[in-house]
Antibody, heavy 119, light 111 residues
């Protein structure tokens, strides 16, 4: 069974940092692009970042302006999102997701981890 | 403002058909056949319903279908059932500069 389990969310003050993790199982992790997608309370989904199978390509939504870094550890079957200089507008549920085979769709999703940025 | 435009809400009665549109530009929806659709029930993670404009993953009922014309993609749900009531989101690859974009989401109400 394919599973994606996020962790690392919580309450953080504006300007602070958090590192989200996503533990993957049930598939060959190194074969798939991985994504982070977020959803602010009552809002739609927003693509945040993507990383290629071997980590050689990383892409981010333009509004982040370099504050977030996506990474992966294929030996540990894990995906990470380092979030710095957090702002109130970064408050959201953060989902990790796995690509489909040979396409740009999000075939499997984790349950999400909530990040709240507030003083 | 979301990059892809979806109606905020649609509704239909059980057994009827509804279509949800997703309008982009010739840099995203119109340029690539990489539009996908996701169903999301309250408090749950999204679920892939349609990939690559019109491909239905295993386990998704054939009541769900996708299509595209120009810069607009569409999700059609036929034979509406109560459990189809959910939020639906479109997603498209958008090329080397924007990369990927979502629509704003559409709330489907089954009357």
């Amino acid at each position: 069974e394919i599973q994606l389990v996020e962790s690392g969310g919580g309450l953080v003050q504006p300007g602070g940092s958090l590192r989200l993790s996503c533990a993957a199982s049930g598939f060959t992790f190194s074969d798939y692009w991985m994504y982070w997608v977020r959803q602010a309370p009552g809002k739609g989904l927003e693509w945040v970042a993507s990383i290629k199978t071997d980590g050689s390509e990383k892409y981010y939504v333009g509004s982040l302006k370099g504050r977030f870094t996506i990474s992966r550890d294929n030996a540990e079957n894990s995906l990470h999102l380092q979030m710095n200089s957090l702002r109130a507008e970064d408050s959201a549920v953060y989902y990790c997701a796995r690509d489909t085979t040979g396409g740009w769709s999000l075939a499997y999703w984790g349950q999400g981890t909530l990040v709240t940025v507030s003083s | 403002q979301s990059a892809l435009t979806q109606p905020r809400s649609v509704s239909g009665s059980p057994g009827q058909s509804v279509t949800i549109s997703c309008t982009g530009t010739n840099s995203d929806v119109g340029a690539y056949n990489y539009v996908s659709w996701y169903q999301q029930h309250p408090g749950k993670a999204p679920k892939l319903m349609i990939s690559d404009v019109s491909k239905r993953p295993s386990g998704v009922p054939d009541r769900f279908s996708g299509s595209k014309s120009g810069n607009t993609a569409s999700l059609t749900i036929s034979g509406l059932q109560a459990e189809d009531e959910a939020e639906y989101h479109c997603f498209s690859y958008a090329g080397r500069y924007t990369h990927w974009v979502f629509g704003g989401g559409t709330k489907l109400t089954v009357l």
